[in-house]
């Protein structure tokens, strides 16, 4: 157990809200990982960080942004969410010597 | 760029007999890493296997090994052996060196289907 929660698990918001997504670790990594799975897509990066105030997009960064203030907590924002952000999103932590991440649980976000 | 194919959408094997899932990449990196997760119908996702760029033999864990061939760039998971509880999402997926920040993408996934 790589101690990985994401919060919340589940939430239904509107279109043209912001939205949090929440991403909490206590192993002190280093790379943290946003990404969102759609069907016939996998997992698609969003954005990551290798460290402290240190972050970069991914494949599909447009509309949303992210902040990492200390290590454990890597926060995922939709700025302005939109139906197409409808998906479930996952955070991962590389694990020490890089050859395994660690996955959350899931957020199933649902924009209406 | 870096980018990662898995060009089965789905498969469908017979229990008990041995499977290859595809997957080939691209990276201009010298230093990589490969991994294959699984995704059952749960969600979660469940590390399987690892290999690095400069490993020169090929990585097993028990029923899992992954056939990497470098000059192909290529790193398909053989499952042997395989169990119905095997049915499930399998994902590829490659990190960059730490030049790159560890950038670590996924391929579209393969649905694997046992059948009894």
């Known amino acids: ?112 | 760029a870096q980018k990662i194919t898995q060009t089965q959408p789905g498969m469908f094997v017979q229990e008990k007999e041995a499977v290859t899932l595809d997957c080939t990449y691209d990276t201009s990196d010298q230093s990589y890493g490969l991994f294959w997760y699984k995704q059952p119908s749960s969600g979660e996702m469940i590390f399987l296997i690892y290999q690095g760029s400069y490993d020169e033999q090929n990585a097993t864990e028990g029923r899992y090994s992954l056939n990497f061939q470098k000059a192909r760039k290529s790193a398909n998971l053989v499952i042997s052996a395989s169990q119905l509880g095997d049915s499930a999402m399998y994902f590829c997926a490659m990190r960059e060196g730490r030049g790159g920040g560890f950038k670590t993408i996924f391929g579209a996934g393969t649905r694997l289907f046992v059948k009894a």
């Open chain 1, 1 to 112: 157990d790589a101690g990985i929660t994401q919060s919340p698990r589940h939430k239904v918001t509107e279109t043209g809200t912001p939205v949090t997504l929440r991403c909490h670790q206590t192993e002190n990594h280093r790379y943290m990982y946003w990404y969102r799975q759609d069907p016939g897509h996998g997992l698609r990066l969003i954005h990551y960080s290798y460290g402290v105030k240190d972050t970069d997009k991914g494949e599909v960064s447009d509309g949303y942004s992210v902040s990492r203030s200390k290590t454990e907590d890597f926060l995922l924002t939709l700025e302005s969410a939109t139906s197409s952000q409808t998906s479930v999103y996952f955070c991962a932590i590389l694990g020490q010597g890089a050859t395994e991440a660690f996955f959350g649980q899931g957020t199933r976000l649902t924009v209406v």
